[in-house]
DNA sequence: CAGTGGTCTAGACCACTGG
DNA sequence: CAGTGGTCTAGACCACTGC
């Protein structure tokens, strides 16, 4: 039996034209259900969701068709499937996906092959959001922001410097000391907290001299050129919930990606 | 029944520890074996192949097992799924794929509004490995090599240059004349002229200063920060196939890059 | 051993394409 | 209309985990 007694639904192309409604298939209204369960979080990261014959059972819908829907959470790195022992909400807190957001990566050795990046939080404080950063994280301008600046050092070198913006709504309690005194991923800490879970991030990427104090920060020549990484990262429903610009030096470390 | 009557195969893991065999499901193997199909060219790049139904009577498997392995190859853009029509071996030639591989956009407007690129050949020539660049495409130095230089410029301005090492067995025939002549995506020309498919690459990107007569090309002033792309891409068998090292502009455009 | 995810099957039906 | 890929089901069995 269907979870939902019809199988059409309406589709973001609607708006531009008169389309015939889109065929939504069951996977995918099951797949719904479970995210609005991971938002709502009803199960947390790190622990397990109920296995594939339960919730075919909740739904009343096949294993296969649960199946499915979870196999599209998995491929989004949403939650992660153990064989024989289950199917567990995804954490930034996880040793092995460390490295997903950050592509930087030494010229030898692999990924954190130099032990645990030193953290160093230069600043923090709250604000008002300028125009374009209000655009960005789709507010107004004027409204309230967490704006914070950090250090990443490996092997002692400082490599990295990034200015980050928040909303200032949904973290509500941050400071900079809760920052500065906590060691580990910033996105792990986000999601324990503030029940804030990075999914999706998209990144721009530009060759700029080293200028504005950043230079004396990174400790390079003033002028020395540097990777500028733009980062927008989106929660579940794909909302706009952070911005990062990153100053990368790249004399020992690149900047790592598949094209496939 | 099953197309290999043992469902065990040795795995790479092998060579490191004495660990069981891996257990090899069905739906690997018929992607082993499509994959097989498609290198030796008995499906050619743009063609339909058999149904999933024909494939399931020629394998003697059910169509859902051909369906999983066709969906994996599918993932991968080896095939293209169309509804209702069949599935088709994919190629560079696609006007929707055109920028899998060039990650560089213009910052307003989407990827592709500019037109399409100018591309011009600055030099081509057969040369000798070097000992990092045979290293790196699996040759030995001093093996033959092709070695070409192109600017691609949008709306007339300079922003891409591009040193290419090619393998010369691979690309017999290949001339400067024939590289000049064809405007298109560099991969199509590969694909329908020598058989050589890229699937898959991996980049390293930092930022360096224009040096070398690179400024002059590009038209920017000596010591511009340029970014820095090495490409390494591979074929079917994952063989690197290909060098690039690109020289991008980012005044008026980004490399693009999406994290999930 | 029971419980989990993973594979495979056979069959039914639906949505889309093109003649 | 026939042929294609896409969805859904029910059931069987396999591989892996932990008690």
């Given at each position: ?18 389309t ?12 719904g ?46 939650v ?105 991923p ?14 999706r ?6 060759a ?53």
């Amino acid at each position: 039996m269907a979870a939902i007694s019809t199988s059409f639904a309406s589709s973001p192309a609607d708006e531009l034209a008169n389309t015939t409604p889109a065929f939504s298939p069951l996977y995918q209204q099951i797949k719904g259900l479970i995210l609005q369960s991971l938002q709502s979080g009803e199960w947390k990261p790190g622990e397990a969701i109920p296995s594939e014959m339960d919730l075919a059972a909740r739904y009343r819908v096949s294993q296969g068709t649960v199946r499915k829907a979870i196999d599209e959470l998995a491929s989004g790195h949403l939650v992660v499937r153990r064989q024989g022992k289950g199917t567990f909400v995804a954490t930034h807190a996880e040793q092995n996906i460390q490295f997903r957001f950050l592509k930087l990566v030494p010229d030898s050795g692999t990924p954190g092959s130099e032990g645990p990046a030193q953290r160093e939080i230069i600043d923090c404080r709250r604000a008002r959001a300028s125009a374009d950063i209000a655009r960005i994280l789709g507010l107004r301008s004027g409204d309230s922001v967490l704006q914070a600046r950090r250090v990443l050092s490996f092997a002692g070198t400082p490599t990295i410097l990034e200015d980050i913006w928040l909303p200032a709504a949904p973290f509500k309690g941050l400071t900079a000391e809760r920052l500065a005194n906590y060691h580990g991923p910033m996105y792990a800490l986000f999601e324990t907290e503030f029940n804030v879970r990075m999914v999706r991030a998209e990144e721009k990427i530009r060759a700029e001299p080293a200028t504005d104090g950043r230079e004396l920060l990174l400790k390079v020549a003033h002028g020395t050129p540097l990777l500028s990484v733009e980062r927008i990262a989106y929660t579940y429903q794909d909302l706009p919930m952070e911005l990062r610009r990153g100053y990368y030096r790249t004399d020992t470390h690149h900047y790592r990606n598949t094209l496939n």
